[in-house]
């Protein structure tokens, strides 16, 4: 050690160091540009929706092609349309996800499945809706209606559903399945008594993932089930119903004499509903994530 | 009867072999893992086997309870039987598997209550009554010298409890069919060495009622436990003995000298 102070930064280390600070302070810009558009969105939406916020928006049901009145027909149709979609998208995509990560072997048949997992996640939405319209609507003849459309949105969102739940399963120590196995436990039941209990964080992301795209999308929905405009509610899954999207789509652009706030309520709404879930989902994954079990 | 003061574990040697073993040879893929081996493992013995790694110790325990079922790949070759059954021609794996225990090296308390770690093999057999399963889980935990740490806080997460705690947990477990066959696999490497004297006092107990086969990277837990020991070496069983006189200067091979002496392994 021959100089005063063997920690003093030399030349080198001194520009090593500032280049840190650079980095760091640009990376730090870049993320916080990201906040612009999203605190912007709901800037805007909050000033120019919330004179038309008010329960009889949510409550009546809209008048004059959406001009007047509220979006109650549209709201229930949006909450049938998530319900329905969610209803045939969980069990099929968890069913899978098991398949996949507790009995298929690695052959061509598991590679060709993941390759189609991975391109249907990659198919355009206005795809799987003329997808939506041949296969339900036309040939298995469900009509334009609530359950072609959920089918629809069941189809673009299970390759979501079936990677979060198998990450979730894979995320289960192999020993686990090991230590049961070796008691006699069959497959099944190692899944029913060991795995499935300990994936349920990622099973709830599924199920999030496919409410927050059931409730925004429009393009599926609107060849095969949603309507411009309906004044009744939807009394069963073969009926046509209105969707909030949709009607945001609608009074925005295609119905006249709307008042300037209703497009930005609609999309509040919109927006509130997809950010609740979101919400939910995440104190119940906290929760589920704060019992540490090994 | 052969007994000796120097061999205090000494099995009856005309005694029906409750296992026998006969060209056992396992491969992954294209790699040998086992070649050729031949023993017999006697009621109420523990049957010891030493070996540096990748000797084929563990594949050895693997196919004794047929879990290449759940390993791609793995193939097994040779005959094995177990209480007067072949093993391949045994369909239901899953009875087979409730009559032979396995303890891995690593300790594994399954993410449930201590209580149900233990009954949850009973549980899938069919048992249903709290008093009988109250029963098996309290005699299981105090086989695995377990249950006075345990017995107030049954409820508790098994997978949080201490590494030793686990394995003995892991123990009862295995414990909890009642096997004919208890397979240990180095249940040392991640336990202290009080809870590793423990446990060994455990198999000496329980060499009364069934019988064990312990692999271990410690020689001389083997000269400790075992009555007879097979040394593995490289996919071989290189030379199989009684305990006592392997550790006194009966080893036959010189390979077997090498690793008992510790100049490999």
């Not at chain 1, 190692?190 to 795995?195: P, S, Y």
């Not at chain 2, 040392?188 to 060495?193: G, M």
């Not at chain 2, 006189?245 to 077997?256: H, P, V």
Request: net charge positive; aromatic share 8%.
């Amino acid at each position: 050690m021959s100089r005063a102070n063997p920690f003093a930064p030399t030349a080198l280390e001194g520009r090593s160091l500032g280049a840190e600070k650079v980095a760091r302070l640009g990376f730090l810009v870049v993320t916080l540009l990201l906040l612009i558009p999203a605190l912007g969105i709901l800037a805007v939406l909050v000033v120019e929706g919330a004179p038309g916020m008010s329960l009889a928006f949510f409550t009546e049901k809209p008048r004059e092609n959406g001009a007047a009145g509220g979006i109650a027909t549209a709201l229930v149709g949006t909450v049938w349309l998530t319900a329905v979609a969610l209803a045939i998208a969980l069990p099929v995509g968890v069913a899978a996800a098991i398949y996949l990560s507790e009995y298929a072997r690695d052959n061509w048949l598991t590679r060709t499945i993941n390759v189609a997992i991975v391109n249907l996640a990659g198919v355009p939405s206005i795809v799987h809706a003329l997808f939506g319209v041949g296969a339900f609507v036309h040939f298995l003849q469900f009509g334009k209606s609530i359950l072609a459309a959920s089918c629809t949105l069941a189809v673009m969102t299970l390759p979501v559903v079936i990677v979060a739940t198998r990450e979730s399963l894979q995320a289960v120590p192999k020993a686990f399945r090991d230590a049961s196995w070796n008691m006699g436990a069959t497959r099944w039941q190692t899944i029913w008594h060991i795995v499935l209990p300990n994936s349920g964080s990622g099973i709830l992301t599924g199920l999030i993932l496919v409410v927050c795209r059931a409730v925004g999308e429009t393009a599926p929905i609107m060849f095969t089930g949603a309507v411009f405009f309906r004044q009744l509610y939807p009394g069963g899954v073969f009926d046509k119903t209105m969707a909030l999207s949709l009607h945001l789509f609608n009074v925005s652009t295609q119905v006249t004499n709307v008042p300037r706030h209703v497009p930005f309520a609609v999309a509040l709404t919109l927006i509130m509903v997809v950010l609740s879930m979101n919400a939910l989902a995440i104190w119940f994954r906290m929760k589920l994530r704060g019992r540490k079990k090994w | 009867m052969v007994s000796s003061p120097a061999a205090p574990f000494a099995q009856d040697a005309a005694a029906p072999a409750l296992l026998t073993v006969r060209g056992l040879s396992i491969r992954y893929g294209a790699k040998v893992a086992l070649q050729g081996v031949d023993l017999d493992v006697r009621p109420n013995e523990i049957f010891g086997i030493i070996g540096p790694a990748n000797a084929g110790k563990t594949s050895f325990l693997r196919a004794l309870n047929r879990m290449d079922e759940f390993v791609p790949d793995m193939r097994v070759d040779g005959a094995v039987t177990f209480a007067g059954r072949d093993l391949r021609t045994i369909r239901n794996l899953y009875a087979l598997r409730s009559h032979i225990g396995v303890v891995f090296p690593l300790p594994v308390g399954l993410p449930l209550s201590i209580y149900d770690n233990v009954a949850l093999a009973p549980r899938l057999r069919g048992v249903k009554a709290k008093s009988e399963l109250d029963g098996i889980v309290e005699r299981s935990l105090r086989r695995a010298a377990l249950w006075d740490e345990v017995k107030d806080r049954l409820k508790n997460l098994g997978s949080l409890l201490s590494g030793g705690q686990q394995q003995r947990l892991t123990i009862a477990r295995a414990l909890s069919q009642e096997p004919e066959l208890l397979l240990l696999d180095e249940f040392s490497i991640a336990v202290d060495p009080v809870t590793t004297m423990r446990i060994e006092e455990v198999l000496k107990e329980l060499r009364q009622e069934l019988t064990i086969v312990l692999v271990t990277n410690l020689v001389q837990q083997a000269r400790r436990l075992a009555a007879r020991t097979a040394f593995f070496l490289g996919g071989r069983c290189v030379e199989i003995a009684a305990t006592e006189d392997l550790f006194n200067g009966g080893a036959k091979d010189q390979r077997t000298i090498d690793y008992l002496e510790g100049r490999f392994g």
